[in-house]
């Protein structure tokens, strides 16, 4: 499975951007995505995920994750972003999502800066 971010870049306080997930190779292979992100000097963490069948869920109600199943795509929808988002976002992957959802694939990130 390859997973490659797209969408990442220089935005203001206050606007907002859409990141992009792609995934190929052996896609059945995934029945849970998400984002992450790791901020300079801080711990990666996850920002949101979603299931096979739909459901999902996001660290805060600023960020919505939904997916194009067709496309093997998913996308982070950020708005009223904050300089306090900027980090590098990450897309990964797992077979199932679940409270110790082991993340076997993961994509290079897409940096993501947020500055006036």
């Known amino acids: 499975v390859q997973l490659v971010e797209s969408g990442g870049g220089l935005v203001q306080p206050g606007g907002s951007l859409r990141l992009s997930c792609r995934a190929s190779?052996?896609?059945?292979?995934?029945?849970?995505m998400g984002w992450f992100r790791q901020a300079p000097g801080k711990a990666r963490e996850v920002v949101a995920r979603?299931?096979?069948?739909g459901g999902s869920d996001s660290i805060n109600g600023r960020f919505a994750i939904s997916q194009d199943v067709a496309a093997n795509t998913i996308y982070l929808e950020m708005t009223m972003l904050s300089p306090e988002d900027t980090a590098i976002y990450y897309c990964?992957?797992?077979?199932?999502?679940?409270?110790?959802?082991?993340?076997?694939?993961w994509g290079r990130g897409t940096q993501v800066t947020v500055s006036s």
């Open positions: 979603i299931y096979t069948g």
């Open positions: 190779g052996l896609t059945a292979r995934l029945g849970c």
């Open positions: 990964a992957g797992a077979r199932t999502c679940g409270q110790a959802t082991r993340w076997d694939y």
